[in-house]
C-alpha cells in the first residue's frame, strides 16, 4: 500500500517548512533513507515560465529555499532544476523563469546550483509505450544521486490537473516539448508521454507545495486558493489522487492519472493508500474552481452524451485587450496556428493543446465554451 502524508500548513514561513517537511519525511522512514551525505539531490521544480512565487504558477521559492536548508543540514549539494514551456524569441524562458520565481537568489543565499534543463545536455532513451523510438531527457535528471520531485497544486485548462505525475514535462529541455504537444494533443495519448518520463528516470520523493494553490484555468492564468497542504509520497500517482480529491476529481477524472493507473506508475485507488499526518480522511478543499474542460471531461464519461458533447468545444481566443505582443504564443504554438500580425487563431489547424493559454503571461488567451453553430457563426469574426 502506498503512504501519502498529508500536513496542514499556513504560509511559507521557513521555520514552520522545514518542521513540517522533516517531520512528514520521519514518517517515511527519515532522511537517511532517502539521502547521504555527499549526495547530489537535485530539486526538480514546477517552473512553468518567468511567473513570480505569489503567482501560485510555480513553486513556491521558500518552499524550494527550505528544502535547500535541510538537505545542507544533512551535507548533501543541492540542484535546482526544470525546463519551462514556450518560446520567446526562439528560445525557452527558462533562464527567465529562474530569475523571475526567485530560485536564482534563493540558490545564491543558500549555496545550491541552478541547472537549467535548456543547457545541461541530455540522455537519449527508448520509451517503454514507443510513442516514438528515442526520447531525450534532461541530463541532471541522470546525474543526481537522489531526484526529489516538487510539483505544485494547480489545475490545468488542458490536462485538468497537474501535479507529481504531470510535472516530469519539464524534463523534456527547450522546444521539443511542443514536439510532444503536436504529436500527443489527447491527453490520455499525452499521459503515455509523461509516464514514459516518469519510467526511465527514477524519482525518489515527491513533495507537493499545496500551500498557495492554483485554481480555475491554471497552469498560469488560474486564480490563487489558499489551500495551506504539503503532500509528500515516494509514490507520485498516490499523491496526486489524493491531491485530486481534496480540489473535488477522481483519478478517473484526469487523463494523465487514468493513463497512469493504467501504466501502474503507482496506486491510484484512496482505498489501497494509507493517509497519515494531520488528516485520517481526504480533506476537500471548499469551492475549489475546476477548470472548463473538466466539465467537458465529465460529460464526455456519459455515453448517452457524447453526441451532445461532441457539439461543444472549448478554444482558445487571444483577447486584443489584454494582449502585450510578446508572441511567446506564437512562437509556442507546435502547428503554428496563431498569427504573427493579428493574433488570430486558425482554428482549422489548432489542435486545442491550450499551451498558448498555458504560456501567456499576460492571461490574454482566454478559453471559450461554445457550441459548433455558435463557432461556425462567429469563426468568420474570429478569423
Ligand atoms: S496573447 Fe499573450 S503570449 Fe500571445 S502575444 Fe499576446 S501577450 Fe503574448
Ligand atoms: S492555437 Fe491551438 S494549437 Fe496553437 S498553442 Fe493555442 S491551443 Fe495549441
Same mark, same amino acid.
Given at each position: 500500500?502506498?503512504?501519502?502524508?498529508?500536513?496542514?500548513?499556513?504560509?511559507?514561513?521557513?521555520?514552520?517548512?522545514?518542521?513540517?517537511?522533516?517531520?512528514?519525511?520521519?514518517?517515511?522512514?527519515?532522511?537517511?533513507?532517502?539521502?547521504?551525505?555527499?549526495?547530489?539531490?537535485?530539486?526538480?521544480?514546477?517552473?512553468?515560465?518567468?511567473?513570480?512565487?505569489?503567482?501560485?504558477?510555480?513553486?513556491?521559492?521558500?518552499?524550494?529555499?527550505?528544502?535547500?536548508?535541510?538537505?545542507?543540514?544533512?551535507?548533501?549539494?543541492?540542484?535546482?532544476?526544470?525546463?519551462?514551456?514556450?518560446?520567446?524569441?526562439?528560445?525557452?524562458?527558462?533562464?527567465?523563469?529562474?530569475?523571475?520565481?526567485?530560485?536564482?537568489?534563493?540558490?545564491?543565499?543558500?549555496? !545550491?546550483?541552478?541547472?537549467?534543463?535548456?543547457?545541461?545536455?541530455?540522455?537519449?532513451?527508448?520509451?517503454?509505450?514507443?510513442?516514438?523510438?528515442?526520447?531525450?531527457?534532461?541530463?541532471?535528471?541522470?546525474?543526481?544521486?537522489?531526484?526529489?520531485?516538487?510539483?505544485?497544486?494547480? =489545475?490545468?485548462?488542458?490536462?485538468?490537473?497537474?501535479?507529481?505525475? /504531470?510535472?516530469?514535462?519539464?524534463?523534456?529541455?527547450?522546444?521539443?516539448? !511542443?514536439?510532444?504537444?503536436?504529436?500527443?494533443?489527447?491527453?490520455?495519448?499525452?499521459?503515455?508521454?509523461?509516464?514514459?518520463?516518469?519510467?526511465? =528516470?527514477?524519482?525518489?520523493?515527491?513533495?507537493?507545495?499545496?500551500?498557495?494553490?492554483?485554481?480555475?484555468?491554471?497552469?498560469?492564468?488560474?486564480?490563487?486558493?489558499?489551500?495551506?497542504?504539503?503532500?509528500?509520497?515516494?509514490?507520485?500517482? !498516490?499523491?496526486?489522487?489524493?491531491?485530486?480529491?481534496?480540489?473535488?476529481?477522481?483519478?478517473?477524472?484526469?487523463?494523465?492519472?487514468?493513463?497512469?493507473? /493504467?501504466?501502474?506508475?503507482?496506486?491510484?485507488?484512496?482505498?489501497? =493508500?494509507?493517509?497519515?499526518?494531520?488528516?485520517?480522511?481526504?480533506?476537500?478543499?471548499?469551492?475549489?474552481?475546476?477548470?472548463?474542460?473538466?466539465?467537458?471531461?465529465?460529460?464526455?464519461?456519459?455515453?448517452?452524451?457524447?453526441?451532445?458533447?461532441?457539439?461543444?468545444?472549448?478554444?482558445?481566443?487571444?483577447?486584443?485587450?489584454?494582449?502585450?505582443?510578446?508572441?511567446?504564443?506564437?512562437?509556442?504554438?507546435?502547428?503554428?496556428?496563431?498569427?504573427?500580425?493579428?493574433?488570430?487563431?486558425?482554428?482549422?489547424?489548432?489542435?486545442?493543446?491550450?499551451?498558448?493559454?498555458?504560456?501567456?503571461?499576460?492571461? !490574454?488567451?482566454?478559453?471559450?465554451?461554445?457550441?459548433?453553430?455558435?463557432?461556425?457563426?462567429?469563426?468568420?469574426?474570429?478569423?
Amino acid at each position: 500500500m502506498s503512504k501519502v502524508i498529508i500536513r496542514e500548513c499556513k504560509n511559507y514561513e521557513l521555520e514552520t517548512l522545514i518542521e513540517k517537511i522533516n517531520g512528514s519525511v520521519e514518517m517515511l522512514g527519515g532522511w537517511d533513507k532517502f539521502v547521504q551525505p555527499q549526495d547530489n539531490v537535485l530539486l526538480k521544480v514546477n517552473l512553468i515560465g518567468p511567473k513570480p512565487s505569489d503567482s501560485a504558477a510555480v513553486t513556491h521559492s521558500e518552499f524550494v529555499r527550505a528544502m535547500i536548508r535541510i538537505l545542507k543540514g544533512r551535507n548533501c549539494n543541492v540542484w535546482i532544476g526544470d525546463s519551462s514551456g514556450g518560446a520567446i524569441a526562439g528560445i525557452a524562458p527558462t533562464a527567465q523563469g529562474f530569475k523571475v520565481a526567485g530560485y536564482e537568489r534563493v540558490a545564491e543565499e543558500e549555496g !545550491a546550483l541552478i541547472k537549467n534543463f535548456d543547457r545541461e545536455g541530455v540522455v537519449a532513451v527508448r520509451p517503454e509505450s514507443q510513442c516514438e523510438e528515442t526520447m531525450y531527457i534532461a541530463k541532471p535528471m541522470f546525474d543526481a544521486d537522489v531526484v526529489i520531485n516538487l510539483p505544485k497544486l494547480k =489545475t490545468h485548462s488542458a490536462q485538468i490537473f497537474s501535479g507529481a505525475v /504531470k510535472n516530469v514535462f519539464g524534463c523534456i529541455p527547450g522546444l521539443r516539448k !511542443a514536439k510532444y504537444h503536436k504529436m500527443a494533443p489527447d491527453p490520455i495519448n499525452f499521459g503515455q508521454i509523461i509516464c514514459d518520463i516518469h519510467k526511465a =528516470t527514477k524519482i525518489n520523493l515527491h513533495i507537493m507545495d499545496g500551500i498557495l494553490a492554483m485554481q480555475g484555468e491554471g497552469p498560469t492564468a488560474g486564480s490563487l486558493y489558499q489551500a495551506n497542504k504539503i503532500l509528500i509520497s515516494e509514490d507520485p500517482l !498516490a499523491l496526486d489522487a489524493v491531491a485530486a480529491k481534496m480540489v473535488g476529481m477522481d483519478v478517473e477524472d484526469v487523463p494523465i492519472l487514468e493513463t497512469a493507473q /493504467k501504466r501502474k506508475l503507482g496506486e491510484g485507488r484512496l482505498k489501497s =493508500t494509507i493517509l497519515i499526518g494531520d488528516y485520517e480522511q481526504v480533506p476537500r478543499l471548499g469551492n475549489f474552481k475546476l477548470p472548463k474542460c473538466f466539465r467537458g471531461a465529465k460529460k464526455r464519461n456519459s455515453k448517452a452524451l457524447v453526441k451532445v458533447i461532441d457539439f461543444f468545444d472549448t478554444h482558445p481566443r487571444i483577447n486584443p485587450s489584454k494582449c502585450k505582443k510578446c508572441n511567446m504564443c506564437v512562437e509556442s504554438c507546435p502547428v503554428q496556428a496563431i498569427d504573427k500580425d493579428t493574433k488570430l487563431i486558425d482554428y482549422d489547424t489548432c489542435i486545442e493543446c491550450m499551451c498558448c493559454h498555458e504560456l501567456c503571461m499576460f492571461k !490574454a488567451v482566454e478559453l471559450e465554451n461554445s457550441n459548433k453553430v455558435a463557432g461556425l457563426i462567429s469563426g468568420f469574426f474570429r478569423k
